[in-house]
T-cell receptor
Framework: DAGVIQSPRHEVTEMGQEVTLRCKPI?????LFWYRQTMMRGLELLIY????????DSGMPEDRFSAKMPNASFSTLKIQPSEPRDSAVYFC???????????FGSGTRLTVV | SQQGEEDPQALSIQEGENATMNCSYK?????LQWYRQNSGRGLVHLIL?????REKHSGRLRVTLDTSKKSSSLLITASRAADTASYFC?????????????FGTGTRLKVLA
């Protein structure tokens, strides 16, 4: 398996633009997580899915953020409109169950100017 | 809010020495995990320890857990330059009926050749 695949690796966009981050989890993993990492706030859980259903989105900062998982092999995190404070590294992770180790993707480094 | 706090924030040692990192947490847990993050990369799962376990080993890694003190330690023996990375603990939390891991602030380890 190629692991958790995220795209793009880097994204630079202007304030106000829509940004879509993509994630392909490991096949057979029923849990998918979106995290955001910044120097100030560390690693924050934004939302997680179980069997494509959103379970906990309490970490989503505000209505500008939305996440979907239309099928077991694909998830998106969308920011619309983007703001400079959204600049961070966004990680997707997946796991076989909710108790075990997570497999992280390489992340998307988002810069909003 | 952060559940786990690592100590020290940064650690610099010579190759061949042992490195010890500590994690303290606030509320009762079922499981605690340790992850490594190389610069610019995603997190890699190292080891999981359950609340009824006191010690686990994996290669040069030794993890201990003291639930009475709400703390865990990660020991890397005979360190190598390749161990240079940030190390995070993650503790589970159940809030509003959902189960998730919350990551600590991390320890930046530098192993000098």
């Amino acid at each position: 398996d190629a692991g958790v695949i995220q795209s793009p690796r880097h994204e630079v966009t202007e304030m106000g633009q829509e940004v879509t981050l993509r994630c392909k989890p490991i096949s057979g993993h029923d849990y998918l997580f979106w995290y955001r990492q910044t120097m100030m706030r560390g690693l924050e859980l934004l939302i997680y899915f179980n069997n494509n259903v959103p379970i906990d989105d309490s970490g989503m900062p505000e209505d500008r953020f939305s996440a979907k998982m239309p099928n077991a092999s694909f998830s998106t995190l969308k920011i619309q409109p983007s703001e400079p404070r959204d600049s961070a590294v966004y990680f997707c992770a997946s796991s076989f169950d909710r108790y075990g180790g997570y497999t992280f993707g390489s992340g998307t480094r988002l810069t909003v100017v | 809010s952060q559940q786990g706090e690592e100590d020290p924030q940064a650690l610099s040692i010579q190759e061949g020495e042992n490195a010890t990192m500590n994690c303290s947490y606030k509320t009762s847990i079922n499981n605690l995990q340790w992850y490594r993050q190389n610069s610019g990369r995603g997190l890699v799962h190292l080891i999981l320890i359950r609340s009824n376990e006191r010690e686990k080993h994996s290669g040069r890694l030794r993890v201990t857990l003291d639930t009475s003190k709400k703390s865990s330690s990660l020991l890397i023996t005979a360190s190598r330059a390749a161990d240079t990375a940030s190390y995070f603990c993650a503790t589970d939390a159940t809030t509003s009926g959902t189960y998730k891991y919350i990551f600590g602030t991390g320890t930046r380890l530098k192993v000098l050749a």
